[in-house]
C-alpha cells in the first residue's frame, strides 16, 4: 500500500458506538420507504442484479446511476451505505427482503443516537480492498475502472478522478467469544477511496 494508505489504515482497532435493527421488508416498496427513513442523506449505492452489479448513487429519494439503470424488485442483494450507516438488503427469492440496517457514533457520545438503549459499544477495523481495474476516465461523479484481460469494467462513483486504482472500506467489526477468542462477527461498507498500492 502507498504511505499515505498506511498511514489512514493502520489496521488497529477503533471503538464506536453502534445500533443494528433488522426487518423485514414485505415488497419493494416496502424496502424503499425503510431505506429513505434510515438514510435520509444518502449514499453510495451498490446493487447485485441477475445479468450484472451496479455501483451509483442514493439522494435519499432515490438512486442514480451512470447509465440508463432501474431497481426493481428483482435486484438480488443491496447496500446502500456511507461513512455513518449502512442498509444491507438481501431478496428472499419471493420479493420480500430481510434487511439489517446499522448506524454508527462517535465514542463517548449519545448525542444524536435515536434509540440510546439499542446502541452497544463495539470495536472495529477498517480495511481497504482494491476494486479490479485501472482508471480509464471520470465523467459527471463516475470513475470508469478497466481490467481488459479479465473483460471487466465497472463505473463507481468517485468524487476525485485522479486516481489510477480505487478501493473499497469495508468496516468490520470484533466480538468475542465466551473464552475471549476474537474475530468478525459482522461488516458493512463505508466508502470508495484512493486505492493504489505499491
Not at 488497529?12 to 435493527?21: E, G, M, Q
Not at 439522494?59 to 442483494?77: I, M, N, R, Y
Not at 450507516?85 to 449519545?110: F, K, M, Q, W
Request: proline share 4%; with cysteine.
Amino acid at each position: 500500500m502507498s504511505e499515505a494508505n498506511i498511514v489512514k489504515y493502520p489496521y488497529k482497532a477503533v471503538s464506536c458506538l453502534t445500533s443494528r435493527k433488522r426487518v423485514m421488508a414485505g415488497s419493494w416498496q416496502e424496502l424503499l420507504t425503510v431505506l429513505a427513513e434510515a438514510l435520509p442523506e444518502g449514499g453510495l449505492v451498490t446493487a447485485w442484479l441477475p445479468q450484472q452489479v451496479l455501483w451509483g448513487r442514493y439522494d435519499g429519494k432515490g438512486f442514480a446511476f451512470p447509465q440508463e439503470s432501474s431497481l426493481t424488485e428483482h435486484v438480488l442483494e443491496l447496500r446502500v451505505f456511507s461513512s455513518e450507516a449502512e442498509v444491507y438488503a438481501r431478496n428472499r427469492g419471493d420479493s420480500t427482503y430481510l434487511v439489517r440496517i446499522c448506524h454508527d457514533y462517535p465514542a463517548g457520545t449519545a448525542a444524536g443516537i435515536p434509540e440510546p438503549d439499542k446502541a452497544v459499544a463495539i470495536e472495529y477495523v477498517d480495511s481497504l480492498s482494491r476494486l479490479w481495474g485501472e482508471n480509464t476516465g471520470f465523467a459527471d461523479g463516475y470513475v470508469a475502472l478497466e481490467d481488459k484481460e479479465r473483460k471487466i469494467r465497472l463505473e463507481i462513483p468517485a468524487d476525485d478522478g485522479g486516481y489510477k486504482y480505487y478501493g473499497l472500506v469495508t468496516r468490520n467489526y470484533i466480538g468475542y467469544t465466551d473464552n475471549n477468542q476474537a474475530g468478525y462477527v459482522d461488516s458493512r461498507y463505508v466508502a470508495i477511496e484512493n486505492g493504489e498500492v505499491e
